[in-house]
């Protein structure tokens, strides 16, 4: 999998908005970008995925750049299940390779 | 939804005996099967895929004697941790590929807890 780069951790309050940033900038034509989260002591769970259009689904949306070397994925109101590491992650159909994500603290 | 169980959620051992961790598929086929290990404030790192029927594929640095891995069926892949040490303690997760599954989602287990005395 291409590598992508996140912030190590970010901060948001209750009820407002999060985005979280990732830049793949060695993206592939064939790459899906990957959002994935981990809460505490969990297993990763799915968030969303896209190719080159923005997404959205009930946990999220997806905004990705028109050159597709950047993604932002978007918590409309965060709450504080929301605490989690979030990755994002490139694939194909290989394998799924998780990078540092980003840790997500939500404060009340 | 697709379920991924993984049991059990939580062992301790004393050292030199053998784990066995069982993941299945509830509720789908899963033609692949990946197991992860992950270290307190680390990242999950991949250790073997599994195709069923087939032998599983190391990661470079991961001993396939250490951690054998069954895929016996479509909806049954095991880890087990034989001769485990302390060093061998971590968080172990296993995730599967729904069969056709055409958006390549994986779908995590809840993990399991190794602690090795």
């Known amino acids: 999998d291409a590598k992508t780069t996140q912030p190590n951790s970010m901060e948001s309050n209750e009820e407002e908005p999060v985005h979280l940033p990732c830049n793949h900038s060695?993206?592939?034509?064939?790459?899906?970008i990957h959002w994935y989260r981990q809460l505490p002591s969990q297993g990763p769970e799915y968030v969303i995925h896209g190719l080159t259009s923005n997404v959205n689904n009930r946990m999220a949306s997806l905004a990705i750049a028109e050159d597709r070397k950047s993604s932002t994925l978007i918590l409309h109101r965060a709450t504080l299940r929301d605490a989690a590491v979030y990755y994002c992650i490139l694939r194909d159909n290989n394998d799924m390779r998780f990078g540092a994500g980003t840790r997500l603290t939500v404060k009340p | 939804g697709a379920v991924v169980s993984q049991h059990p959620s939580w062992v301790i051992c004393k050292s030199g005996t053998s784990v066995k961790i069982e993941c299945r598929s509830l509720d789908f086929q899963a033609t692949t099967m990946f197991w992860y290990r992950q270290f307190p404030k680390q990242s999950l790192m991949l250790m073997a895929t599994s195709n069923e029927g087939s032998k599983a594929t190391y990661e470079q640095g991961v001993e396939k004697d250490k951690f054998l891995i069954n895929h016996a069926s479509l909806t049954l892949s095991t880890l087990t941790v034989t001769s485990a040490h302390p060093e061998d303690s971590s968080f172990y997760i296993c995730?599967?590929?729904?069969?056709?599954?055409?958006?390549?989602?994986?779908?995590f287990g809840a993990g399991t807890r190794l602690s090795v005395l």
């Open positions: 060695t993206i592939s034509g064939t790459d899906y």
């Open positions: 995730s599967a590929l729904r069969r056709a599954e055409v958006k390549n989602i994986q779908y």
